[in-house]
């Protein structure tokens, strides 16, 4: 900005006299830098100089204030573009519209609205993505009929009265055949406006799912020469990855480049995102790989999406890696990075690295959000530092952000996790007497904790660790504070044996039942697993029966809930009906059903049931988890089943998992009692090359 301004005051040196048009591209350099000052002080040398601000200069301040949360200021400023006969274009409404969305001032977007219209102005795609962004899941359709009766209105000047409009009264299917007609009227009117009208329609064809019309409205648009758009393409994209078909989705890619269009930030961050929601991270890699190979500066939000999905899968390293390689490419983080990486940290278990770039965060001057602060104390609980955790919820609470539904469930989260119910239920009561609301995450996250711990103590009792009561009750009070009434009502649980949560589980199943979120799928499955571990199976099987019945269809965690629960109760031929009726129902097995159908069949004895499982997932693109391999080693090994045996080393071999000590021992045993020397010192090779891998990384 420096060597413009010095270029600019050249300018005016020799004479030449600036137009509108250099002023604004200086006002939005400094609006951007956030010198506001200087913004304004060209605003007020361009009406000196005769030049009146037109609608981009009022455009450009409008879009600062919003984007720095000053929608009051950026109002005004509409109001005096008004008043100074400077008609605003769309731009500057969407940004307003959008500002006030942020803010949930709803009743005021739809007044901004109206007054767009009637002011004659013709909305665009862009105002479009920004009000289908905000209106419920459905109702993508219904709202382009209202944006194409718009441009026929302001833009082609159509009389709508002989259109009549029963938007509300009508189905999908009656909308959208208004549309053919509203899309007939408007390219016999305007071309060029039949070209936006077209890419809204398919724009929210696509983001209702209806891939087959987005398709056929693509190919009508061809037939009149009518050229999508950017974002109409990467809406298409969008959908055709999310109804699973890749290869087409790549394809399509060419197609728009062929056409012309060439892929943006948007397109590389809409492969990333799908690729990173079916956990398909070498995919992800190359789509990055892709854009700096051609040039383009990937954003901050495709290299969050990477480090989230790393993070998920416990890939904690190659997350620390990729924000390092963010970081070397000059590509500096945003709030919403910094919490990504720090929930990263916190969830695998780095809460000193968490706190680190917390801190980090604060140095770089970037504000925390509660969600920061939240991932932090997540990650301070989870790895015992109590105290530390308090610091920064005193700090979250001294900043005005108030413990709300997300802390308490994470925090409830980690004490369930820890077997700690009487604190965990003391938490639920103080949330509950706080008039927090409990979401679907916290009846999932209570129902699941107490059920996983029915049966899992194999007896014995744990007794809360003493060391951490001070930093509990810290915790306790603090959250107590924040909340505005008396200290003496607060819920005192007793939980000393497993018959007494057993008890707890099955009143908390019962009081779910009741809540108005189901039906729901991951209730469901959270209540199933509760009776599964109550040992009431018959329970559980009337649950899959009443969720069915209402519409709702199990899905690979539920039938792995119920395998299991079969498995621990002995009924290993119930557990295999169960797979094959799964399969049957056209419910394809994931890994994690496969992994537990090996760990359940080696526990009892069905090593040959086991080993075809393990091939099965080999044939669908599946590889055993290691647990698997090992428990399929250990029995083979009891079994005295050496050939089966080594070749289950050769596969983890190959998968790059190395066999534990334990079941190499076992192994080399077996070999060198059927007399098998070689391939006994092979194993004895790896075993002695493990030892000392071991002591080099300690």
Not at 62 to 75: R, S
Request: glycine share 6%.
């Amino acid at each position: 900005m420096k060597m413009a301004m010095r270029v600019f005051l050249r300018m005016l040196k020799l004479g030449c006299a600036p137009d509108k048009y250099t002023y604004n591209t200086l006002m939005h350099g400094f609006f951007n830098l956030g010198m506001l000052d200087k913004g304004w002080v060209l605003h007020q040398q361009m009406a000196e100089f005769g030049l009146e601000p037109d609608a981009v200069s009022y455009q450009i301040m409008i879009g600062k204030y919003c984007k720095d949360h000053k929608v009051d200021c950026a109002l005004m400023l509409l109001n005096n573009m008004i008043q100074c006969n400077v008609a605003p274009s769309v731009h500057s409404y969407t940004a307003l519209i959008a500002a006030l969305y942020k803010e949930n001032r709803l009743a005021e977007v739809d007044v901004l609205y109206n007054k767009m219209l009637d002011n004659g102005l013709v909305p665009d795609h862009v105002l479009f993505f920004t009000l289908v962004n905000n209106h419920p899941r459905g109702s993508e359709i219904t709202l382009a009929c209202t944006f194409l009766r718009a441009i026929a209105k302001n833009g082609c000047g159509i009389d709508l009265s002989n259109i009549p409009s029963t938007i509300s009264q009508k189905v999908t299917t009656d909308i959208m055949s208004d549309i053919d007609h509203l899309l007939g009227e408007i390219v016999a009117r305007n071309l060029s406006l039949a070209n936006v009208a077209f890419n809204i329609y398919m724009i929210a064809l696509c983001l209702g799912g209806k891939l087959d019309s987005a398709l056929l409205c693509m190919d009508k648009m061809a037939s009149l020469s009518l050229q999508p758009s950017l974002s109409a393409y990467n809406s298409m994209i969008k959908c055709l990855y999310q109804n699973g078909l890749l290869e087409d989705a790549k394809s399509f890619v060419e197609v728009m480049q062929d056409q012309g269009q060439v892929p943006n930030q948007t397109t590389f961050l809409i492969m990333v995102n799908e690729y990173c929601k079916q956990g398909d991270i070498q995919s992800a890699f190359e789509v990055l790989d892709q854009m700096e190979e051609s040039g383009l500066k990937p954003s901050v939000a495709i290299y969050d999406s990477i480090i989230g999905c790393l993070g998920r899968q416990k890939r904690i390293d190659e997350a620390l890696e990729v924000f390092r390689r963010m970081l070397e490419a000059r590509i500096y983080p945003d709030e919403t990075m910094f919490v990504t990486m720090i929930n990263a940290l916190s969830i695998n278990g780095r809460a000193i690295q968490a706190h680190e770039l917390f801190d980090k965060m604060l140095e770089d001057g970037v504000q925390p959000s509660h969600y920061a602060y939240t991932a932090l104390i997540h990650g301070l609980v989870k790895k015992n530092m109590i105290e530390k955790g308090c610091v920064y919820l005193d700090r979250m609470i001294e900043e005005g952000f108030m413990p709300n539904t997300v802390l308490y469930t994470s925090l409830i989260k980690q004490f369930l996790r820890k077997r700690e119910f009487e604190f965990a239920f003391k938490l639920v009561d103080l949330m509950e007497r706080s008039e927090i609301e409990r979401d679907l995450v916290t009846y999932i996250t209570l129902v699941s904790g107490v059920s996983r711990n029915i049966r899992s103590l194999h007896g014995k009792w744990l007794v809360p660790q003493k060391q951490y009561e001070k930093s509990k009750e810290m915790l306790f009070r603090l959250l107590h504070q924040s909340a505005m009434f008396s200290r003496e009502k607060c819920l005192k649980i007793s939980i000393s044996s497993q018959e007494q949560i057993k008890f707890l589980a099955l009143r908390l199943i019962n009081k779910v039942k009741n809540t108005p979120l189901m039906p729901n799928l991951y209730l469901y499955n959270g209540i199933i697993s509760g009776f599964c571990w109550a040992e009431k199976t018959q329970d559980a099987y009337k649950q899959l029966d009443m969720m069915q019945s209402e519409g709702v269809q199990p899905n690979q965690v539920t039938f792995t809930i119920l395998i299991d629960g079969h498995f621990r109760s002995g009924e290993i031929d119930l557990a295999v009906s169960l797979f094959n009726r799964m399969n049957a129902q056209g419910c394809s097995p994931d890994k994690i059903v496969y992994n537990t159908l090996i760990r359940g069949l080696c526990k009892h004895g069905r090593l040959i049931d086991a080993l075809s499982i393990s091939y099965t997932m080999l044939k669908k693109g599946f590889a055993p988890s290691k647990a698997s391999y090992e428990n399929l080693l250990t029995s083979l090994c009891a079994n005295n089943w050496s050939v089966h045996a080594l070749k289950i080393c050769e596969d983890m071999l190959a998968h790059k998992y190395v066999p534990c000590g334990h079941n190499l021992k076992l192994l080399i045993c077996m070999l060198d009692e059927e007399n098998k020397s070689h391939e006994a010192r092979l194993m004895n090779d790896l075993l002695l090359n493990k030892r000392r891998f071991m002591v080099y990384t300690s």
